[in-house]
């Protein structure tokens, strides 16, 4: 999702406070949603905002991207 895309996302469904986090190298977007619970995005600067998860809180947040980690050697389909 674009930039302008997440805004609206943000604008319609959040309570305008968000979170900047970075782990294991993937940088994320915790976003207060008007149920209280967060959306978790995970966030590309060439790509723009993926949703990935919601969680209750924020340790949950936390607890969940900090098992996520990028591959550092090449891949082979099976």
């Not at 302008?4 to 940088?27: A, L, M, P, Q, Y």
């Not at 149920?35 to 969940?64: M, R, T």
Request: proline share 4%; charged share 25%.
């Amino acid at each position: 999702m674009t930039r302008e895309e997440f805004e609206n996302w943000c604008r319609d469904n959040g309570t305008g406070h968000k979170v900047n986090k970075s782990c294991n190298g993937i940088d994320w977007v915790f976003v207060t949603m008007k149920d209280g619970w967060i959306a978790v995005f995970e966030y590309s600067y060439l790509s723009g905002y993926y949703p990935k998860i919601q969680a209750k809180d924020e340790a949950h947040a936390i607890s969940y991207i900090s098992m996520i980690e990028r591959p550092r050697v090449p891949l082979q389909k099976i």
